[in-house]
């Protein structure tokens, strides 16, 4: 089944404790992305890879990293998370950047930090 | 960006067709317009997208104006399972999706 996978589903932390949270695809798709999604504020895009080892910052990258090293997989790090990076998060892909390409998304990891 | 407006809600009863507008009249011409749903607990998911003609899929239907400033998916039978948030979203060939605050759609047993 194609689909796009995210992990953990949940996850409660703390200040300061390094987290990163794995996107993994199985549909060969070169683009990939991260959102967050805050009550009122919509979706919102923090980073996106249009192919290996190829990134690029979205609207809210600040407070976040991601890497690019294998096609399938997109993880995103929070090398020092902090309260107001509380969120729903959601992985997606697409075939590539093209704007007739619709993007999958993952099931989201609804994050805490405390 | 390119921006669009939708309303806030929307009501129907099960089994009957729902039209959700959407306005984009400052859309260009090479501005896909795509339409995505949210359900409860649940990422977005794609349910079509077209550039001038009318389109049709399993999920829904996609009339778009022929100044192309307005568009409106038709979902022909709505069911329970169609409760979610619908959102309008054109993209131009940039990497992203600009998503704005939706329809949110009740439908009635």
């Known amino acids: 089944e194609a689909q796009v996978t995210q992990n953990p589903r949940y996850l409660i932390t703390v200040t300061g404790k390094k987290l990163t949270v794995t996107c993994s695809q199985n549909m060969n798709h070169e683009y990939m992305s991260w959102y967050r999604q805050d009550p009122g504020l919509g979706l919102r895009q923090i980073y996106y890879?249009?192919?290996?080892?190829?990134?690029d910052k979205g609207d809210v990258p600040e407070g976040y990293k991601v890497s690019r090293k294998e096609k399938r997989n997109f993880p995103l790090i929070l090398e020092s998370p902090s309260p107001n990076q509380t969120s729903l998060y959601f992985c997606?892909?697409?075939?590539?950047?093209?704007?007739?390409?619709?993007?999958?998304f993952g099931p989201g990891t609804r994050l805490t930090v405390l | 960006d390119a921006k669009t407006t939708q309303p806030n809600s929307m009501e129907s009863n099960e089994e009957e067709p729902v039209h959700l507008p959407c306005n984009h009249s400052?859309?260009?011409?090479?501005?896909?317009i795509h339409w995505y749903r949210q359900l409860p607990s649940q990422g977005p998911e794609y349910v079509i997208h077209?550039?001038?003609s009318n389109v049709n899929n399993r999920m829904a239907s996609l009339a778009i104006a022929e100044d192309r400033k307005s568009s409106t998916l038709i979902l022909h039978r709505a069911t329970l399972r169609d409760a979610a948030v619908y959102y309008c979203?054109?993209?131009?060939?940039?990497?992203?999706?600009?998503f704005g605050a939706g329809t949110t759609v009740t439908v009635r047993a």
């Open positions: 077209g550039l001038t």
């Open positions: 400052t859309i260009s011409g090479t501005d896909y």
């Open positions: 890879s249009m192919n290996v080892e190829v990134t």
């Open positions: 979203i054109l993209r131009r060939g940039d990497y992203k999706l600009s």
């Open positions: 997606a892909s697409s075939l590539d950047r093209g704007p007739y390409n619709e993007q999958f």
